[in-house]
């Protein structure tokens, strides 16, 4: 085709020259369906997106023009116009013809409107795929009719489900490459048929198309007569959204600010998850349990009269209950649960491996909470669903584990509710999102553990002791003077009748810890306890020394958070590595160089250094009296 007769036979929709107003007024009440297109590389995902853009008049004539010029210069279908190219906007995506990014895309037909999100193909680029799909309301899983079901199906099939998406269409692509067989076709709906129910899809809507010829995709085709369902943009402005499903469930909103304009108006503003709610609807308020009454629903248009799932309003309460971001208002006589301890499906998004007893912000709707992952109870094949034993996951790994959270958290299983059962885990340090996740249940003993309320707290233990709680953390290099220095501040502290204990390192291993060695996983979980026994004594009243390398900053911040405000001072003995190996007392080092001892902090293990430490102490320039000297002078004046 060339480019005066492309642009003759394509014309965007007249009304939005015309009246662009009518236009968006015909648009405003169409539903929306957001959906992804995923599968292997080269099965036409782009192309087919490409297509639907094309075929649906989003494209105006000067974006027609700049695709024809696009694909002359890196189009791969000759004079042919290359669809992909709408979608594949990077520059490294069309140098090498893949997708790497998710690319969103919108779209409108007379009767819906639709957010598409073009996903990678690509095994390393998996993590790309699972952000584009955690939103969708329906997946096009395509397949080169070539080539058949592959490894990338498999996986790409199994994370869909995985994630909750419920309406599965199976697109047979390129089938004019291999002349339109019916025979080639029915082979690959088998196949996938059977994986299909190994993994638990139940149904889904198999087609054959040409995105790159537009077979079967705004209208039947003539090269399919034996194909007897409906083309695939029939079936997406039909096909029954989630919303739809979520607007019968019981209803759930979690609470995304307090809307407090004046002293005379509360609102509790967020999007329904589920379910419908109305004026005079009896709610819970959730974790704490209060109830109340829906005395009034407010949008930016005015009041309702009923509101439903994916609706973001402002709900006010006939009661001043306590309600903040991070809760959630449910319907009063069937409420989530609560729960801190759960299984749940991770998949791992960060190309550091997880570390199993690491503290991870885990966010989930408007809640975020301290979350510890622990060892993986197994690691899932997406290849052969087989079960794996692993320790951890590394990149685009898919595994089931047990998270403890510090705080309680309202949840359903995500089958039953993804708002309510989907999660993130972000590192607490640098902030990047390193996984993502689906609840499964709670654990049973998070149900049958309870806090036991006692008479007297940790205010009448310090108070007998005329002092004020303190952890005093000295972190650094093996050989730095850490023991030596902390032991030296005790005794200072004695001799002025404070009431202290020190943890040393090597002693806590010799008992408490004694089960574990040293590798980052072990490390962790040594510093967690350390940390707890801490916590413990600091509630007795105590000023706690602690004398250990604990090397990473995450499990430093790790034990600041379980302490009040000010409790924690984390003391750095700033020792060079030279220093230290020169020291060598216990002869360490010179057996990390031999090779003789694994996982050593400075050699074969990294230290993170404090990057803001309360105290700083130099072993160079100071003696460890005089570093024990000015470290009692910062602290007294915070008892």
């Known amino acids: 085709m060339d480019k005066t007769s492309s642009q003759e036979s394509y014309r965007t929709d007249a009304l939005i020259a015309e009246d662009i107003d009518a236009y968006l007024a015909a648009h405003q009440n169409k539903s929306m369906l957001r959906f992804i297109t995923c599968g292997s590389v080269d099965d036409g995902k782009s192309t087919l997106i490409g297509r639907l853009l094309y075929d649906s008049k989003m494209i105006f004539e000067d974006q027609l023009a700049a695709l024809e010029s696009d694909s002359r210069k890196s189009g791969t279908q000759g004079e042919e116009i290359d669809f992909a190219l709408l979608v594949d906007g990077l520059a490294a995506e069309r140098e090498q013809g893949i997708t790497i990014d998710v690319a969103y895309r919108f779209f409108a037909t007379e009767q ?35 080539k058949g079901v592959l490894v990338q199906t498999r996986r790409h099939s199994f994370l869909c489900h995985q994630l909750g998406i419920r309406n599965i269409v199976l697109a047979v692509n390129k089938m004019d490459l291999v002349d339109y067989d019916q025979g080639t076709y029915d082979a690959i709906v088998a196949d996938y048929s059977a994986f299909a129910a190994s993994i638990g899809i139940e149904n889904f809507t198999a087609m054959p198309i040409s995105g790159f010829r537009g077979d079967n995709i705004t209208t039947l085709s003539d090269n399919t007569p034996w194909y007897e369902g409906a083309p695939l943009i029939t079936h997406l402005e039909t096909v029954e959204l ?48 209060k109830t109340s009454t829906v005395k ?50 991770i998949v791992w998004m960060d190309d550091e491996a997880m570390l199993p007893g690491r503290a991870y912000h885990l966010k989930l709707a408007t809640q975020t909470v301290s979350a ?7 690691e899932i094949n997406v290849n052969t669903m087989d079960h794996l034993a692993a320790k951890t996951l590394e990149l685009n790994g898919i595994g089931v584990a047990e998270i403890t959270t510090d705080k309680p958290l309202v949840f359903e299983p995500y089958a039953e509710n993804r708002t309510l059962g989907g999660f993130i885990l972000i590192d607490k340090i640098s902030n990047r999102t390193v996984g993502a996740g689906m609840l499964h249940f709670s654990l049973r003993r998070a149900q049958n553990v309870h806090w036991q309320a006692t008479s007297i707290g940790r205010e009448d233990h310090a108070g007998l002791k005329n002092q004020k709680p303190l952890v005093l953390w000295f972190t650094g290099l ?58 413990l004594m600091a509630d007795a009243g105590l000023i706690v020394l602690t004398a250990f390398i604990s090397p990473f900053r995450a499990e430093r911040q790790m034990v600041r958070d379980m302490l009040p405000e000010g409790e924690f001072v984390e003391i750095f003995v700033d020792t060079p590595i030279e220093v230290a190996e020169a020291r060598d007392v216990k002869g360490l080092y010179k057996k990390a160089r031999e090779g003789k001892l694994k996982n050593f902090t400075g050699i074969d293990s990294p230290y993170e250094a404090p990057e803001a430490p309360d105290i700083t102490v130099n072993t160079v320039a100071m003696t460890p009296a005089e570093a024990a000297e000015y470290i009692v002078r910062q602290i007294l004046p915070l008892k």
């Open 112 to 146: 819906r409107k639709f957010i598409v999100a073009d996903c990678p193909g690509h095994e390393q680029y998996t993590r790309n795929m699972v952000t584009g799909a955690s939103t969708a309301d329906l997946a096009v899983i395509l397949i080169d009719a070539r």
């Open 242 to 289: 989630d919303t739809a499903r979520d607007a019968a469930k019981p209803f759930r909103m979690p609470v995304q600010w307090v809307n407090r304009p004046n002293l005379d108006f509360r609102g509790f503003s967020g999007l329904i998850a589920t379910g419908m709610v109305k004026p005079g609807d009896p709610v819970r308020v959730l974790p704490s349990g």
């Open 296 to 345: 009034s629903i407010v949008t930016f248009a005015g009041e309702l009269e009923e509101a439903g799932a994916g609706q973001s309003v402002t709900i006010c309460l006939e009661d001043e209950v306590d309600c903040s971001r991070g809760n959630v208002l449910a319907v009063a006589d069937a409420p989530p649960e609560v729960a801190d301890q759960f299984e749940a499906t």
């Open 372 to 378: 510890t992952i622990h060892a993986p109870k197994y």
């Open 478 to 535: 093996s050989g730095s003077g850490k023991s030596t220095i902390a032991n030296e501040v005790e005794k200072t502290l004695n001799l002025m009748n404070r009431h202290t204990f020190l943890l040393d390192g090597d002693n806590i291993r010799h008992r408490l810890n004694k089960d574990l060695g040293f590798t980052d996983t072990d490390r962790i979980e040594n510093i967690r306890r350390v940390g707890e026994v801490a916590r």
